[in-house]
Structure formats: C-alpha cells, structure tokens
C-alpha cells in the first residue's frame, strides 16, 4: 500500500502560523486515514519554527526555487528573514517522503512550504500568484507527485494509477 504525505494542517492539527488548522473535508482524505497511508508533515514546525509564528511570505521572487538558491528570501512582516528554516523544514519533509517511499503528496496550498500551485506574492495582503514553495518544489524536483488541498481526486487518481504499476 502507497503511503501519502499530507500537510498537518489539513488534517486539523492546529500547526498554521496563526495557531489554527484548514482541516480537509475529503471523503478521500477519510478513505486514506482509514487505510492507514496518511504520513502527516509540517514543514515549517520541523524547520523549527514555533506555534504561533509571524505570517511568512517568499519576499523578492515567488519560486521555492528563488529562495533555495538565495536569490529570494521567506521574510516575515516585520522583515526577520525564516528562509534558513523553511528550506530546512523543506529537507526535513523530503527526508520523511523518502524514508516511507512516498511518491504522492497533497500539500495546503498558499504556504511559502506547501504551496504546489500558488502562493502569497510577498506583499501580505492576501494576494496570491503562480508559484511553488520550498517544500512542495523540492518535492516535486526529487519525483514526488504534489497536489493542493483542492485535488484530492487528481492525487487519488495518481496513487491508483502508481499501485496498479506496481502491480503489473
């Protein structure tokens, strides 16, 4: 059985910068918990950083990619710059995927760690561009498929189509 990597936060642990949860309501989700293939991650928290934190947005560059390779930093509001953590919790994420051969992962979309599809443009109003985090970049660079919270039946899809691989 393939296991998934999912965000914490999605599956109502109060992880978020601000102390909450986004809780998924997936009957697929269900389904995975059920089976036993749920891997929960935080990047941000195994990059070390606390429960409340400041909000974080990638300054300067809206690519994981940008703040890995130092061209664009995660800064909070206040202007202290949480790259070094994020690109360690990044790590930290990438090692736990690896250590449980995960191949699928459906990450909170948004995030400067998990954002697969959009994330906050740096300006901390809300607004939100084209653009991967940290953690969903490396992810995806070492072979695991990255979904948001929004695709659950696109990853289901994936996970059915990698056992039935496996299979043959």
């Known amino acids: 059985m393939q296991p998934v990597l999912v965000s914490a936060c999605l599956l109502g642990r109060p992880v978020r910068f601000d102390g909450t949860h986004r809780q998924a309501n997936s009957a697929i989700l269900l389904r995975w918990l059920s089976e036993g293939r749920v891997v929960p991650a935080?990047?941000?928290?195994?990059g070390g950083l606390p429960v409340p934190r400041?909000?974080?947005?990638?300054?300067r560059g809206i690519r994981g990619a940008q703040v890995r390779a130092g061209v664009a930093r995660v800064l909070t509001q206040s202007g202290d710059d949480v790259s070094a953590?994020?690109?360690a919790?990044?790590?930290?994420?990438?090692?736990l995927a690896q250590a449980h051969g995960i191949r699928i992962a459906v990450l909170k979309d948004g995030s400067?760690?998990?954002g697969s599809t959009n994330v906050h443009d740096g300006t901390f109003t809300g607004t939100r561009v084209a653009g991967m985090g940290v953690t969903a970049l490396l992810l995806r660079?070492?072979?695991v498929q990255v979904f948001s919270e929004l695709q659950f039946a696109k990853a289901d899809a994936a996970l059915k189509a990698l056992e039935r691989s496996a299979v043959k």
Do not use: K, N, T, Y
Not at 42 to 46: K, L, R
């Open 42 to 46: 935080c990047p941000e928290m195994a």
């Open 54 to 59: 400041p909000a974080a947005e990638i300054i």
């Open 85 to 87: 953590a994020f690109v």
């Open 89 to 95: 919790g990044a790590r930290q994420a990438l090692a």
């Open 112 to 114: 400067p760690s998990c």
């Open 141 to 143: 660079e070492a072979g």
